[in-house]
Protein backbone atom coordinates (compact mmCIF):
# COMPACT_ATOMS: atom_id res chain seq x y z
CA UNK A 1 0.00 0.00 0.00
CA UNK A 2 1.21 3.31 -0.87
CA UNK A 3 1.74 6.33 2.00
CA UNK A 4 -0.98 8.10 -0.27
CA UNK A 5 -3.63 5.67 0.18
CA UNK A 6 -2.96 5.31 3.97
CA UNK A 7 -3.57 9.19 3.68
CA UNK A 8 -6.59 8.65 1.71
CA UNK A 9 -7.61 6.23 3.88
CA UNK A 10 -7.35 8.88 7.21
CA UNK A 11 -9.69 11.03 5.34
CA UNK A 12 -12.04 8.46 4.91
CA UNK A 13 -11.90 7.28 8.13
CA UNK A 14 -12.33 10.72 9.99
CA UNK A 15 -14.89 11.76 7.92
CA UNK A 16 -16.74 8.62 8.53
CA UNK A 17 -16.87 9.37 12.13
CA UNK A 18 -19.92 11.33 13.98
CA UNK A 19 -18.23 13.55 16.50
CA UNK A 20 -15.01 16.05 15.53
CA UNK A 21 -11.60 15.62 15.96
CA UNK A 22 -9.69 18.35 17.33
CA UNK A 23 -5.65 17.62 17.87
CA UNK A 24 -4.49 19.42 20.72
CA UNK A 25 -0.49 20.11 20.67
CA UNK A 26 1.72 18.90 24.08
CA UNK A 27 3.59 16.37 25.74
CA UNK A 28 5.94 13.65 24.04
CA UNK A 29 3.09 10.80 22.90
CA UNK A 30 0.90 11.24 20.63
CA UNK A 31 -2.75 9.83 22.03
CA UNK A 32 -6.10 9.69 21.64
CA UNK A 33 -9.18 11.17 24.31
CA UNK A 34 -12.70 10.66 23.72
CA UNK A 35 -15.47 12.34 25.63
CA UNK A 36 -18.73 10.37 25.18
CA UNK A 37 -20.67 13.47 27.33
CA UNK A 38 -19.57 16.25 25.17
CA UNK A 39 -19.24 13.89 21.63
CA UNK A 40 -15.63 14.93 21.09
CA UNK A 41 -12.30 13.11 19.82
CA UNK A 42 -9.51 15.03 21.21
CA UNK A 43 -5.56 13.49 19.75
CA UNK A 44 -2.92 14.92 21.17
CA UNK A 45 0.01 15.09 18.85
CA UNK A 46 3.48 15.73 20.67
CA UNK A 47 5.24 19.09 20.39
CA UNK A 48 8.85 16.83 21.68
CA UNK A 49 10.54 17.38 18.02
CA UNK A 50 12.19 14.13 18.11
CA UNK A 51 8.42 12.73 19.46
CA UNK A 52 6.96 14.54 16.63
CA UNK A 53 9.21 13.71 13.82
CA UNK A 54 8.06 10.12 14.83
CA UNK A 55 4.58 10.22 14.39
CA UNK A 56 3.84 8.06 11.43
CA UNK A 57 0.25 8.05 9.24
CA UNK A 58 -0.29 4.78 10.51
CA UNK A 59 0.06 5.47 14.03
CA UNK A 60 -1.94 8.91 13.44
CA UNK A 61 -4.70 5.83 11.70
CA UNK A 62 -4.36 3.84 14.97
CA UNK A 63 -5.88 6.56 17.25
CA UNK A 64 -8.49 6.86 15.18
CA UNK A 65 -9.09 3.27 14.70
CA UNK A 66 -9.49 3.78 18.83
CA UNK A 67 -12.07 6.74 17.51
CA UNK A 68 -14.10 4.29 15.31
CA UNK A 69 -14.52 1.54 18.10
CA UNK A 70 -15.91 4.07 20.68
CA UNK A 71 -18.37 5.01 18.47
CA UNK A 72 -19.35 2.06 17.34
CA UNK A 73 -18.67 -0.67 19.93
CA UNK A 74 -18.07 1.26 23.41
CA UNK A 75 -16.68 4.90 24.34
CA UNK A 76 -14.17 2.70 26.82
CA UNK A 77 -12.23 1.46 23.36
CA UNK A 78 -10.35 5.00 23.15
CA UNK A 79 -10.58 6.29 26.40
CA UNK A 80 -9.22 4.42 29.53
CA UNK A 81 -11.76 5.20 32.44
CA UNK A 82 -11.20 4.29 36.70
CA UNK A 83 -13.65 5.14 39.28
CA UNK A 84 -12.22 5.40 42.68
CA UNK A 85 -8.32 3.77 41.87
CA UNK A 86 -5.61 5.01 43.45
CA UNK A 87 -2.93 7.02 41.82
CA UNK A 88 -0.67 3.95 42.36
CA UNK A 89 -3.07 1.45 41.39
CA UNK A 90 -3.70 3.79 38.32
CA UNK A 91 -0.17 3.22 37.42
CA UNK A 92 0.17 -0.38 37.73
CA UNK A 93 -2.76 -0.92 35.87
CA UNK A 94 -2.75 1.10 32.77
CA UNK A 95 -0.44 -0.65 30.84
CA UNK A 96 -2.38 -3.36 31.12
CA UNK A 97 -5.99 -1.42 29.77
CA UNK A 98 -3.59 0.22 26.86
CA UNK A 99 -2.54 -2.99 25.71
CA UNK A 100 -6.01 -4.66 25.73
CA UNK A 101 -7.72 -1.89 23.91
CA UNK A 102 -4.93 -1.75 21.49
CA UNK A 103 -5.36 -5.30 20.60
CA UNK A 104 -8.94 -4.62 19.46
CA UNK A 105 -7.83 -0.98 17.80
CA UNK A 106 -5.23 -3.37 15.74
CA UNK A 107 -7.55 -5.99 14.83
CA UNK A 108 -9.45 -2.50 13.31
CA UNK A 109 -6.14 -2.13 11.23
CA UNK A 110 -5.47 -5.38 10.14
CA UNK A 111 -9.07 -5.29 8.32
CA UNK A 112 -9.01 -1.93 6.86
CA UNK A 113 -4.74 -1.82 6.35
CA UNK A 114 -3.41 -5.29 6.46
CA UNK A 115 -1.27 -4.14 3.98
CA UNK A 116 0.48 -1.56 6.18
CA UNK A 117 -0.44 -2.70 9.66
CA UNK A 118 1.04 -6.34 8.75
CA UNK A 119 4.74 -5.12 8.10
CA UNK A 120 4.56 -2.82 11.39
CA UNK A 121 3.74 -5.78 13.21
CA UNK A 122 7.20 -7.27 12.17
CA UNK A 123 9.46 -4.52 12.65
CA UNK A 124 8.21 -4.35 16.45
CA UNK A 125 8.22 -7.76 16.83
CA UNK A 126 11.76 -7.42 16.03
CA UNK A 127 12.78 -4.94 18.31
CA UNK A 128 10.57 -6.66 21.04
CA UNK A 129 12.91 -9.73 20.46
CA UNK A 130 15.78 -8.02 20.81
CA UNK A 131 14.44 -6.71 24.19
CA UNK A 132 14.10 -9.82 25.20
CA UNK A 133 17.78 -11.28 23.98
CA UNK A 134 18.92 -8.07 25.89
CA UNK A 135 17.29 -8.89 28.50
CA UNK A 136 15.17 -5.68 29.23
CA UNK A 137 12.43 -6.86 30.55
CA UNK A 138 11.60 -6.20 33.87
CA UNK A 139 8.67 -3.94 34.41
CA UNK A 140 5.03 -4.75 33.83
CA UNK A 141 4.46 -2.36 31.42
CA UNK A 142 7.43 -4.08 28.86
CA UNK A 143 5.30 -7.15 29.77
CA UNK A 144 2.55 -5.98 28.44
CA UNK A 145 3.68 -4.20 25.39
CA UNK A 146 5.80 -6.81 24.39
CA UNK A 147 2.87 -9.99 24.91
CA UNK A 148 0.69 -7.45 22.81
CA UNK A 149 3.09 -7.39 19.79
CA UNK A 150 3.74 -11.25 20.14
CA UNK A 151 0.61 -12.13 20.17
CA UNK A 152 -0.03 -10.06 17.10
CA UNK A 153 3.19 -11.71 15.56
CA UNK A 154 1.46 -15.14 16.73
CA UNK A 155 -2.12 -14.43 15.29
CA UNK A 156 -1.20 -12.62 11.87
CA UNK A 157 2.30 -13.37 11.22
CA UNK A 158 2.97 -16.85 11.85
CA UNK A 159 5.38 -16.04 14.55
CA UNK A 160 7.03 -19.00 15.70
CA UNK A 161 8.37 -18.57 19.23
CA UNK A 162 9.63 -20.52 22.69
CA UNK A 163 7.70 -18.64 25.44
CA UNK A 164 7.57 -19.24 28.93
CA UNK A 165 6.50 -18.24 32.13
CA UNK A 166 4.51 -14.87 32.53
CA UNK A 167 4.90 -13.83 29.38
CA UNK A 168 3.45 -17.02 27.69
CA UNK A 169 0.27 -16.75 30.15
CA UNK A 170 0.07 -12.88 28.94
CA UNK A 171 0.10 -13.96 24.75
CA UNK A 172 -1.94 -16.74 25.52
CA UNK A 173 -4.71 -14.37 27.50
CA UNK A 174 -4.80 -12.14 24.15
CA UNK A 175 -4.92 -15.56 22.08
CA UNK A 176 -7.60 -16.88 23.80
CA UNK A 177 -10.05 -13.39 23.33
CA UNK A 178 -10.25 -13.26 19.48
CA UNK A 179 -10.19 -9.27 18.23
CA UNK A 180 -12.47 -9.38 15.52
CA UNK A 181 -15.87 -8.67 16.46
CA UNK A 182 -14.40 -6.55 19.81
CA UNK A 183 -17.73 -5.50 22.30
CA UNK A 184 -16.97 -4.61 25.93
CA UNK A 185 -17.17 -8.26 26.88
CA UNK A 186 -14.68 -9.27 25.47
CA UNK A 187 -12.52 -6.20 26.55
CA UNK A 188 -13.39 -7.18 29.78
CA UNK A 189 -12.20 -10.89 29.30
CA UNK A 190 -9.37 -10.15 27.99
CA UNK A 191 -8.44 -7.62 30.54
CA UNK A 192 -8.99 -9.70 33.64
CA UNK A 193 -6.66 -12.14 32.16
CA UNK A 194 -3.72 -9.91 31.59
CA UNK A 195 -4.41 -8.73 35.18
CA UNK A 196 -4.39 -11.71 37.17
CA UNK A 197 -0.36 -11.80 37.45
CA UNK A 198 -1.02 -8.13 39.26
CA UNK A 199 -3.67 -10.12 41.71
CA UNK A 200 -6.46 -7.81 40.47
CA UNK A 201 -9.65 -7.73 38.49
CA UNK A 202 -11.46 -5.12 36.78
CA UNK A 203 -15.59 -4.83 36.93
CA UNK A 204 -17.58 -2.02 34.71
CA UNK A 205 -19.81 0.74 36.54
CA UNK A 206 -23.26 -0.39 36.44
CA UNK A 207 -23.65 2.78 33.76
CA UNK A 208 -20.50 1.13 32.27
CA UNK A 209 -18.53 4.44 31.63
CA UNK A 210 -15.53 3.51 33.75
CA UNK A 211 -13.53 0.68 35.62
CA UNK A 212 -13.84 -0.40 38.99
CA UNK A 213 -10.25 -2.03 40.20
CA UNK A 214 -10.27 -4.52 43.35
CA UNK A 215 -7.84 -7.52 44.29
CA UNK A 216 -9.05 -10.62 43.49
CA UNK A 217 -11.42 -11.85 46.10
CA UNK A 218 -12.21 -8.14 47.68
CA UNK A 219 -15.65 -6.94 46.73
CA UNK A 220 -14.62 -3.62 44.18
CA UNK A 221 -14.75 -0.02 45.20
CA UNK A 222 -16.44 2.86 44.50
CA UNK A 223 -20.23 2.36 43.20
ZN1 LIG B 1 -3.70 2.62 21.02
Known amino acids: MKPKKLKSLIKKTQAALQWPVSVVYKGDSLEIRSDHHDR??????PTDLKAAGEVRDIEYLHELAHATLCE???PLFSTICFEGVNEHTLDVVTPCFRATSDWFADAWLMKVAPDYEGPDIDDHLVIVLKS???KQSGSMEFLYGASLIIAQGIYYRNAR???GGTLKQAVDAFLSVPPEKPTIQKYAKLVN???VPLQLRAKLTV?????????????????
Open 132 to 134: LQD
Open 193 to 195: LLL
Open 72 to 74: TVH
Open 207 to 223: DQSAWLISEIGEPPHGR
Open 161 to 163: LPL
Open 40 to 45: GHTITW
